[in-house]
Protein backbone atom coordinates (compact mmCIF):
# COMPACT_ATOMS: atom_id res chain seq x y z
CA UNK A 1 0.00 0.00 0.00
CA UNK A 2 2.81 2.63 0.34
CA UNK A 3 3.65 2.79 -3.14
CA UNK A 4 -0.10 4.22 -3.19
CA UNK A 5 0.89 6.76 -0.36
CA UNK A 6 2.13 10.45 -1.43
CA UNK A 7 4.50 11.15 0.71
CA UNK A 8 5.36 15.05 1.07
CA UNK A 9 8.03 16.65 2.47
CA UNK A 10 8.11 18.50 5.65
CA UNK A 11 7.41 22.36 5.79
CA UNK A 12 10.51 23.63 7.52
CA UNK A 13 9.58 25.53 10.62
CA UNK A 14 11.40 28.62 10.96
CA UNK A 15 13.34 29.44 13.93
CA UNK A 16 11.52 30.68 16.94
CA UNK A 17 12.76 34.56 17.61
CA UNK A 18 13.62 34.89 21.05
CA UNK A 19 11.72 38.09 23.06
CA UNK A 20 14.47 40.28 24.14
CA UNK A 21 13.48 40.40 27.80
CA UNK A 22 13.36 36.54 27.89
CA UNK A 23 16.04 35.24 29.78
CA UNK A 24 18.86 32.97 28.45
CA UNK A 25 20.23 30.29 31.06
CA UNK A 26 23.43 28.72 30.75
CA UNK A 27 24.72 25.58 31.93
CA UNK A 28 27.44 26.11 34.72
CA UNK A 29 30.79 23.58 35.39
CA UNK A 30 31.89 22.50 38.10
CA UNK A 31 34.96 24.55 38.55
CA UNK A 32 32.88 27.54 37.52
CA UNK A 33 31.33 27.86 41.27
CA UNK A 34 32.66 30.60 43.55
CA UNK A 35 32.92 27.71 45.98
CA UNK A 36 35.33 25.33 44.34
CA UNK A 37 38.77 25.85 44.24
CA UNK A 38 41.38 24.54 42.00
CA UNK A 39 44.43 24.94 44.33
CA UNK A 40 46.72 24.91 41.68
CA UNK A 41 44.87 27.48 40.05
CA UNK A 42 45.27 29.93 43.04
CA UNK A 43 49.11 28.95 42.89
CA UNK A 44 49.06 29.54 39.22
CA UNK A 45 48.05 33.16 40.16
CA UNK A 46 49.92 33.83 42.98
CA UNK A 47 53.01 32.92 41.41
CA UNK A 48 51.54 35.65 38.64
CA UNK A 49 51.34 38.52 41.47
CA UNK A 50 54.70 37.69 43.33
CA UNK A 51 56.26 37.74 39.78
CA UNK A 52 58.48 41.17 39.74
CA UNK A 53 57.77 43.13 36.86
CA UNK A 54 54.45 42.04 35.76
CA UNK A 55 52.67 44.61 33.63
CA UNK A 56 49.09 46.01 35.01
CA UNK A 57 47.24 43.85 32.37
CA UNK A 58 48.70 40.61 33.83
CA UNK A 59 48.20 41.66 37.60
CA UNK A 60 44.06 43.11 36.53
CA UNK A 61 44.07 39.60 35.16
CA UNK A 62 45.12 37.98 38.22
CA UNK A 63 42.52 39.44 40.26
CA UNK A 64 39.84 39.52 38.71
CA UNK A 65 40.55 35.44 38.16
CA UNK A 66 41.13 35.54 42.22
CA UNK A 67 37.68 37.55 42.54
CA UNK A 68 35.89 34.66 41.06
CA UNK A 69 36.84 32.24 44.06
CA UNK A 70 36.54 32.24 47.78
CA UNK A 71 38.97 30.19 48.74
CA UNK A 72 38.53 28.28 52.52
CA UNK A 73 40.53 28.91 55.40
CA UNK A 74 43.07 25.74 54.83
CA UNK A 75 43.69 27.10 51.32
CA UNK A 76 44.43 30.79 52.52
CA UNK A 77 46.80 29.47 55.14
CA UNK A 78 48.43 26.57 52.83
CA UNK A 79 48.99 28.68 49.90
CA UNK A 80 49.35 32.35 51.36
CA UNK A 81 47.98 33.87 48.87
CA UNK A 82 45.93 35.96 51.46
CA UNK A 83 49.38 37.75 52.31
CA UNK A 84 50.15 38.24 48.68
CA UNK A 85 47.19 39.65 47.26
CA UNK A 86 47.24 42.45 50.60
CA UNK A 87 50.85 43.21 49.79
CA UNK A 88 48.75 43.88 46.12
CA UNK A 89 46.82 46.52 47.94
CA UNK A 90 50.04 48.72 48.40
CA UNK A 91 50.43 48.74 44.88
CA UNK A 92 51.63 51.90 43.10
CA UNK A 93 48.77 51.28 40.55
CA UNK A 94 45.50 52.78 41.60
CA UNK A 95 43.26 50.44 39.83
CA UNK A 96 45.42 47.89 40.65
CA UNK A 97 45.27 48.70 44.13
CA UNK A 98 41.58 48.88 44.78
CA UNK A 99 40.88 45.60 43.28
CA UNK A 100 43.35 43.80 44.82
CA UNK A 101 41.41 45.32 47.72
CA UNK A 102 37.88 44.30 46.94
CA UNK A 103 39.08 40.96 46.59
CA UNK A 104 40.77 40.86 50.20
CA UNK A 105 37.87 42.15 51.54
CA UNK A 106 35.26 39.96 50.13
CA UNK A 107 37.51 36.79 51.23
CA UNK A 108 38.13 38.02 54.38
CA UNK A 109 34.43 39.20 55.27
CA UNK A 110 32.94 35.36 54.11
CA UNK A 111 35.56 33.52 55.79
CA UNK A 112 34.45 35.74 58.91
CA UNK A 113 30.15 34.87 58.26
CA UNK A 114 30.81 31.50 56.86
CA UNK A 115 33.68 29.94 58.23
CA UNK A 116 32.07 26.53 59.14
CA UNK A 117 30.66 26.73 55.60
CA UNK A 118 32.42 23.70 53.53
CA UNK A 119 34.08 24.15 49.99
CA UNK A 120 35.10 21.84 47.14
CA UNK A 121 38.63 21.87 46.82
CA UNK A 122 40.87 20.02 44.20
CA UNK A 123 44.59 19.23 44.69
CA UNK A 124 47.20 17.44 42.27
CA UNK A 125 48.46 14.20 43.81
CA UNK A 126 51.86 13.90 45.10
CA UNK A 127 53.52 11.84 42.50
CA UNK A 128 52.37 14.62 40.03
CA UNK A 129 53.79 17.09 42.43
CA UNK A 130 56.78 15.43 41.98
CA UNK A 131 57.11 15.40 38.88
CA UNK A 132 56.36 18.74 38.36
CA UNK A 133 58.84 19.94 40.77
CA UNK A 134 61.93 18.21 38.77
CA UNK A 135 60.71 20.17 35.91
CA UNK A 136 61.02 23.33 37.60
CA UNK A 137 64.51 22.62 38.98
CA UNK A 138 65.38 21.64 34.79
CA UNK A 139 63.74 24.99 34.03
CA UNK A 140 66.09 26.78 36.40
CA UNK A 141 69.21 25.25 35.28
CA UNK A 142 68.06 26.12 31.76
CA UNK A 143 67.30 29.85 33.02
CA UNK A 144 70.91 30.18 34.83
CA UNK A 145 68.60 30.82 38.28
CA UNK A 146 68.96 29.34 41.61
CA UNK A 147 66.58 26.24 42.32
CA UNK A 148 63.32 27.50 43.14
CA UNK A 149 63.07 30.64 41.61
CA UNK A 150 59.55 32.02 40.94
CA UNK A 151 59.96 32.58 37.29
CA UNK A 152 60.84 28.87 36.72
CA UNK A 153 57.59 28.08 38.89
CA UNK A 154 55.86 30.92 36.58
CA UNK A 155 56.93 29.18 33.29
CA UNK A 156 56.18 25.68 34.74
CA UNK A 157 52.54 26.22 36.06
CA UNK A 158 51.62 28.11 32.88
CA UNK A 159 52.67 25.11 30.90
CA UNK A 160 50.69 22.94 33.30
CA UNK A 161 47.62 25.14 32.61
CA UNK A 162 48.02 24.81 29.20
CA UNK A 163 48.39 20.93 29.08
CA UNK A 164 44.67 20.83 31.15
CA UNK A 165 46.29 20.52 34.26
CA UNK A 166 47.59 17.16 33.58
CA UNK A 167 50.95 15.71 33.32
CA UNK A 168 50.63 14.23 29.89
CA UNK A 169 52.51 13.99 26.92
CA UNK A 170 51.60 17.40 25.67
CA UNK A 171 52.84 18.66 28.92
CA UNK A 172 56.29 16.77 28.45
CA UNK A 173 56.88 17.99 24.97
CA UNK A 174 56.17 21.96 26.07
CA UNK A 175 58.48 21.87 29.50
CA UNK A 176 61.19 19.91 27.11
CA UNK A 177 61.04 22.91 23.87
CA UNK A 178 60.93 25.07 26.72
CA UNK A 179 64.08 23.65 28.03
CA UNK A 180 65.62 23.47 25.15
CA UNK A 181 65.12 27.08 24.16
CA UNK A 182 66.02 28.74 27.47
CA UNK A 183 69.55 26.49 27.46
CA UNK A 184 70.81 26.95 24.01
CA UNK A 185 68.92 30.33 22.97
CA UNK A 186 70.71 33.14 25.03
CA UNK A 187 68.22 35.80 23.45
CA UNK A 188 65.49 34.37 24.60
CA UNK A 189 66.52 33.62 27.74
CA UNK A 190 67.54 37.22 28.15
CA UNK A 191 64.30 38.46 27.42
CA UNK A 192 62.16 36.07 29.19
CA UNK A 193 64.56 37.10 32.39
CA UNK A 194 64.22 40.94 32.03
CA UNK A 195 60.23 40.52 31.00
CA UNK A 196 60.62 41.49 27.39
CA UNK A 197 59.03 38.56 26.60
CA UNK A 198 55.79 37.67 28.70
CA UNK A 199 56.05 34.12 30.67
CA UNK A 200 52.15 33.45 28.69
CA UNK A 201 53.70 33.91 25.45
CA UNK A 202 56.86 32.05 25.66
CA UNK A 203 55.05 29.34 27.01
CA UNK A 204 51.82 29.64 24.19
CA UNK A 205 54.45 29.24 21.26
CA UNK A 206 56.10 26.73 22.66
CA UNK A 207 52.54 24.93 23.60
CA UNK A 208 52.72 21.23 21.93
Partial sequence: ?????????????????????????????????????????????????????????????????????????????????????????????????NLAKDVYTEWRTFIKDYSNKPSIEVRSDPKTETLRKNARKLLCNALELETDHPLAENIEREAFHLSSRLINAPYRRTVRALIFTLKHKPETRTHVKTGALPVSALVQNHKK
Fill in 1 to 97: MDRFVIRKPKAQESPRKRDPGEKVYKQATIESLKRVVVVEDIKRWKSVLELPGQSKENLIEALEELKKKIPSKDVLLSTKIGHTVNKIRKHSDHDVA
